[in-house]
């Protein structure tokens, strides 16, 4: 089945430091991406749906200039959270559709665990 | 957002016994998933259901879909300790995101 790859798996880092992570489709290409956020014992929050070529569209109450995201190809999507503090800390997923299948189902990445310290 | 609530939040049974969690959404939807979730790690996609299909089987897995109700119930049947889990329900429209319900933590003991 479709492979989504996601990197890094875990991340520590300072307060007011940037983060990159990254979300690859091995073996399918995706126009769209969506990335979630799950605060521990919550479910997934859709933060925004990251589109090849353009803007991403962004949830309310999710800042875009904090969550920066770039699909520059149809295989990667990236999203950095800028000047990172701790309540940024969160297990963050990304997910892609495989535009060949006709159902609807979404392959998820395995996640990255950030904490901000 | 999210899209509704599962019931119950959580639950603890014992092994050979059966699991069932409800899920409740409040729009229309293409379909619904159900996956699963380990503690800390990413989802497990267990089953689809279309919005013009009623019940789905996979092995022990079993998926109700009432659309009049915008209601879903998922069945495990003779659970095992491998089955402790979150599990969540998540629907869309075409095209769109999954919308994730809050989740049912299942806790199976031996």
């Known amino acids: 089945g479709a492979v989504v790859s996601q990197h890094p798996s875990r991340v520590i880092c300072k307060s007011g430091t940037s983060v990159k992570i990254e979300c690859r489709s091995l073996d399918f290409q995706a126009t769209t991406m969506f990335w979630y956020r799950q605060f521990p014992k919550q479910s997934l929050m859709l933060m925004a749906t990251s589109n090849e070529g353009s803007k991403a569209t962004y949830e309310q109450g999710v800042e875009k200039d904090k969550f920066l995201i770039n699909h520059a190809s149809l295989t990667l999507s990236t999203l950095t959270v800028t000047s990172a503090h701790p309540e940024d800390s969160s297990f963050y997923i990304c997910s892609a559709r495989d535009q060949r299948l006709t159902n609807e189902k979404l392959f998820f990445g395995s996640g990255t665990q950030l904490s901000v310290l | 957002s999210q899209q509704g609530e599962e019931d119950p939040q959580a639950l603890s049974i014992q092994e050979g016994e059966n699991a069932t969690m409800n899920c409740s959404y409040k729009?229309?939807?293409?379909?619904l998933q159900w996956y699963r979730q380990n503690s800390g790690r990413g989802l497990v996609h267990l089953i689809l259901?279309?919005?013009?299909?009623r019940e789905k089987h996979s092995g022990r897995l079993r998926v109700t879909l009432d659309t009049s109700k915008k209601s879903s119930s998922l069945l495990i049947t003779a659970s095992r300790a491998a089955d402790t889990a979150s599990y969540f329900c998540a629907t869309s429209q075409a095209g769109t995101a999954l919308i994730f319900g809050k989740g049912t933590t299942l806790s199976v003991s031996s």
């Open positions: 729009t229309s939807i293409n379909n």
């Open positions: 259901i279309r919005s013009n299909e």
